[in-house]
């Protein structure tokens, strides 16, 4: 370090002052002062959805709800920090013992910076604490790699270690996107949403990285899971000089979620309708056809879904439609006033908009005349969400031995075929198809009598095409999941504070493989988007981060969660998926921040169009201060 601090000294830079850009929108409009001086535009990424006759809908409607949201960065937080080795393992080959999201990705860019052929690098994944999409793009890697092949050319066999302490984390690697969504809404007085307008201008900060395939969730998902005859959305990516964003659980759909449902929110006030009757009056159903023109795939349980959740919320279905049981609002006291808020979504499974997905999956069955032990060699990454369990047990189901004589061989470049990222909620779903692919040919040579038997299988789901770029025609995904959300809050009139009492998370998972490990994605869900909505305030000042600390960016503790999370497991299974599941990491995480801002309005009459919802900024609201 002191030879570099040295270093560092003698280094002369002559900078040239230009005007600092962190307004999303400003940096959008202005085509003078730009990021990068080799773009024509600061807009990066324009994508656009033109659908029926969006004037003509708006001069019939009976009620129409404009409004401006919006969506804070959001730091992930992950408990390990980006931390690796690099060496150079017997073979020769640059190793590098990293923490990450897509093996043969991270393997790819190595082999590219470093001008080496793909099987001279190899990537490995240890046991990962946390991802949460922030270990989509590279940090210590390369570096790693460099450094590792570097003293190996000078004599030196020696590994290299980087661990980046918290700071170094939080200013190093993207955050999820700040997000600006301008919403013009129609409805007719019988509660049919006829259309929808929307603008929306993602901060992409200093470089692209995977803003583009964030923004492609939010042009999709601002509108909402509903059937609306006339669509018309503009979403941009920007250049700015704050911070990247990138990708973080849900990528695009919780930003375009939380103006989806605000807005049908104020369109039930408007109407005098139960906010949950509104939504029952336009949810997407079985070939209902999305803003993008085609039907959802086969399976849409979106209508099953919310209805679990209204009844264990306390809503009642009767002739004149939903109805609460009873009054949510409730004074505590003459400073606490509690409401309720419900809220749903939906959330793709899978890489989208005609991206070529794929996964590899290698099974070999050992044994004589019984199947004694199944070695199962797959990329997939486990990030602690359990998927290497998850791929364990449902090898153990597509052989048909017990789960004890599965051994997993995982996440090394060097012993499995790519496996694309565990990312986009679908490893699960692509990883269970391999490894049944993989496990059906092993079982065909078994009984052929070869020894080992030996299947390898690619699985490529049903292929998505792109949005066509004058109206935005497409078939996005190849599945997706859905999800409620009912919320009780109390907020305290004198102080500012929000506390969230209850949450019924309804999630349709298609087929529970592993139960317990739904409930801890559920929970775990809520928690973060509780601390998205509620705690965390991540602030940058001319594009330096102000809270680069987790003493000054507060996530939530054991005393900020929930008091109570009530997870409803529902199957209603994907006839594309594998034992009929579903991806569903993300899909809890969408709906929470509409939720609790419909639960504060329910207990306070105020609308919050912007979060976290920190005390200052309730007080704001209320007019306190």
Not at 320 to 328: L, N, Q, R, V
Not at 406 to 420: K, L, P, R
Not at 526 to 546: K, P, R, S
Not at 597 to 603: E, L, P, R, T
Request: charged fraction near 20%; include cysteine; glycine fraction near 8%.
């Amino acid at each position: 370090e002191s030879i570099a601090e040295q270093a560092r000294d003698l280094i002369e830079v002559e900078y040239e002052e230009l005007p600092v850009i962190t307004d999303p929108i400003s940096a959008k409009a202005d085509s003078e002062l730009l990021i990068h001086p080799d773009k024509e535009s600061n807009i990066f990424c324009h994508y656009r959805i033109r659908k029926g006759d969006i004037e003509s809908a708006f001069s019939k409607a009976d009620v129409i709800v404009e409004q401006e949201y919006r969506t804070p960065a959001q730091e992930h937080a992950y408990l390990q920090p980006e931390a690796g080795l690099g060496y150079i393992d017997e073979e020769g080959r640059v190793t590098v013992l990293v923490a990450g999201q897509w093996t043969h990705e991270d393997q790819a860019q190595i082999a590219h910076a470093l001008d080496l052929p793909l099987d001279q690098v190899r990537v490995i994944y240890p046991a990962i604490g946390g991802a949460f999409g922030g270990r989509e793009d590279m940090s210590v890697q390369i570096v790693l790699a460099l450094a590792a092949w570097r003293l190996k050319q000078r004599g030196i066999d020696r590994p290299v270690k980087i661990i980046w302490n918290r700071e170094e984390s939080i200013i190093g690697h993207h955050k999820r996107h700040p997000y600006v969504l301008m919403a013009k809404w129609g409805a007719t007085k019988e509660g049919k949403i006829i259309a929808a307008e929307m603008e929306v201008i993602a901060d992409g900060g200093a470089y692209a990285y995977t803003s583009t395939k964030v923004l492609g969730n939010a042009t999709l998902m601002c509108t909402g899971p509903y059937e609306i005859e006339n669509v018309y959305v503009d979403t941009y990516a920007v250049y700015t000089n704050n911070l990247p964003g990138g990708a973080f659980r849900g990528f695009g759909g919780p930003q375009g979620a939380f103006a989806a449902e605000s807005q049908v929110n104020k369109l039930a006030e408007k109407l005098h309708i139960d906010p949950v009757e509104l939504r029952m009056r336009n949810l997407l159903q079985e070939g209902s056809l999305l803003s993008t023109g085609t039907p959802l795939p086969e399976g849409v349980s979106l209508l099953n879904v919310a209805e679990e959740c209204a009844r264990s919320a306390g809503w009642e279905p009767s002739t004149d439609g939903w109805a609460k049981s009873k009054e949510s609002i409730s004074l505590v006291n003459k400073h606490l006033s509690q409401g309720k808020g419900f809220a749903c979504a939906f959330k793709n499974v899978g890489f989208s908009y005609g991206f070529v997905d794929e996964c590899w999956a290698t099974v070999e069955l050992h044994g004589n005349v019984e199947i004694e032990k199944a070695v199962v060699h797959h990329a997939g990454a486990d990030v602690g969400q359990g998927t290497h369990t998850i791929m364990a047990q449902m090898a153990a189901d597509a052989v048909g031995i017990p789960l004890e004589r599965v051994e997993m061989i995982v996440s090394d470049t060097a012993t499995s075929d790519n496996s694309g990222s565990t990312s986009a909620s679908r490893m699960t779903f692509v990883a269970g198809n391999s490894i049944r692919g993989a496990a059906e040919l092993a079982l065909e040579k078994w009984r052929e009598e070869d020894r080992p038997a030996i299947g390898r299988y690619r699985y490529v789901p049903h292929q998505t095409t792109a949005m066509d770029p004058e109206t935005g025609f497409c078939e996005p995904n190849y599945s997706y999941g859905y999800v409620a959300q009912a919320v009780d809050v109390q907020v305290d009139r004198e102080t500012g504070q929000v506390t969230i009492l209850n949450v019924i998370s309804a999630d349709d998972v298609g087929h529970a493989i592993n139960p317990q490990q739904i409930v801890g994605q559920i929970e775990g869900a809520v928690v973060q988007a509780a601390g998205y909505t509620v705690l965390e305030n991540f602030i940058q000042d001319e594009g330096y981060v102000q809270t680069p600390h987790l003493s000054t960016y507060l996530i939530p503790t054991v005393l900020d969660i929930p008091d109570r999370v009530e997870s409803l497991i529902l199957e209603y299974p994907d006839p594309r998926g594998p034992f009929g599941a579903r991806g569903m990491a993300e899909m809890p995480f969408l709906p929470l921040a509409p939720a609790v801002i419909a639960a504060v309005h329910d207990a306070t009459g105020v609308w919050f169009d912007e979060f976290p919802l920190t005390p200052e900024r309730v007080l704001r609201g209320l007019g306190r201060i």
